[in-house]
């Protein structure tokens, strides 16, 4: 079965300084791998996604994330936090398996201080 | 280009009573999937509607059910409301059924649900 693991439920960054979210993922078959952020009382926005093509993947907002098969891995990082990237962020695997529908993590809610 | 709209955003009902939410999907976009989302439980898969016909569904009772029109809006419905139904309903639209891994989907804000 598949599964997402978001392995801190929350991050604290100092603006300007790096952040990076870890997620591990669990699927029998190639999957499809997503991070999408969603802010205080809003729906959920597509940062990016990895869909078997290049393994380091850039998404909007300069957050990038790197696929590592041999880890199971897709963590997500961005070079300087800003303070709206204050939020919370889902990591998403979607395969055959799931027959096409997306299984979430538990989220990580990253803070950011000035 | 118009994104997902859900209404209501916001709603309160009472237990035992029924509600209907509403999505209509980005323009062109087939497939429509409902999710819940509650704080216990995380970002659940209700189901997904295709053509105006149920594709695919998530483990959740009987009383939640929905429905897709010709033009691909789609309606859920909960009946006999109970205090565990209280969360964010998002409504998420693809292109078409089942492409979800290629596209991901294009999220709705969502209607917030509270039964008292």
């Known amino acids: 079965a598949q599964s997402v693991t978001q392995l801190d439920s929350h991050v604290s960054v100092s603006e300007g300084t790096p952040v990076l979210l870890r997620c591990n993922y669990s699927s029998s078959y190639s999957p499809s791998l997503f991070w999408y952020v969603q802010h205080p009382n809003k729906g959920l926005q597509l940062l990016l996604k990895?869909?078997?093509?290049?393994?380091l993947v850039k998404g909007i907002n300069g957050f990038e994330a790197e696929f590592k098969k041999s880890e199971t891995s897709f963590h997500l990082t961005k070079p300087s936090a800003h303070m709206s990237d204050a939020a919370e962020y889902f990591c998403v695997v979607s395969d055959q398996g799931s027959q096409g529908n997306l299984i979430f993590g538990k989220g990580t809610k990253l803070s950011v201080k000035p | 280009k118009a994104g997902v709209t859900q209404t209501p955003r916001y709603l309160i009902k009472t237990r035992g009573q029924q509600v209907t939410l509403s999505c209509s999907p980005i323009s062109g976009h087939r497939s429509v999937s409902w999710y819940q989302q509650t704080p216990g439980q995380g970002l659940q898969f209700l189901f997904e509607?295709?053509?105006?016909?149920?594709?695919n569904k998530g483990n959740f009772p009987g009383r939640f059910s929905g429905r897709q029109f010709s033009n691909s809006r789609s309606e859920m419905n909960v009946s006999t409301l109970e205090l565990g139904d209280s969360a964010l309903y998002l409504c998420?639209?693809?292109?078409?059924?089942?492409?979800?891994?290629?596209?991901?989907?294009?999220f709705g804000s969502g209607t917030r649900l509270t039964v008292v």
């Open positions: 990895y869909t078997s093509a290049a393994t």
């Open positions: 998420a639209s693809s292109p078409r059924q089942g492409s979800a891994p290629t596209y991901g989907y294009t």
């Open positions: 509607y295709f053509s105006e016909t149920q594709r």
